[in-house]
């Protein structure tokens, strides 16, 4: 079993940067894919960004490309999401998951294909 823990959500005006932090513990060596996905209220989690666990591999959201960064922290088992230029429309509760398969990238996008998650951070950009 791996659990995920985030932090680093919040309120931030638009414009504005943040940064999340999702750290795994346990069995960390069955882990192939680190992602985030987001769920805006009334819709769908959707994809925001994943990185390979060696980190040689990563795949960004056209709608965050250029504004979030996904990274690693090998020491800490801890990824890591930079957002900045934030807008209203990223406001959604953003989970961290983890993948047991190797980097695909048609498959790191597919919340279905991530076997464990987090329980969330909210993060809120508003004025």
């Known amino acids: 079993q791996v659990h995920m823990q985030e932090s680093g959500g919040g309120l931030v005006q638009p414009g504005g940067s943040l940064r999340l932090a999702c750290a795994a513990s346990?069995?960390?060596?069955?882990?192939?894919?680190m992602g985030w996905f987001r769920q805006a209220p009334g819709k769908e989690r959707e994809f925001v960004a994943a990185l390979s666990w060696s980190s040689i591999n990563l795949h960004y959201a056209d709608s965050v490309k250029g504004r979030f960064t996904i990274s690693r922290d090998s020491a800490k088992n801890t990824v890591y999401l930079n957002m900045s230029s934030l807008k209203p429309e990223d406001t959604a509760v953003y989970y961290c998951a983890a993948r047991r398969s190797p980097w695909n990238i048609g498959a790191v996008t597919t919340v279905a294909d991530y076997a464990y998650w987090g329980q969330g951070t909210q993060v809120t950009v508003s004025s």
């Open positions: 346990g069995r960390t060596f069955d882990i192939y894919t």
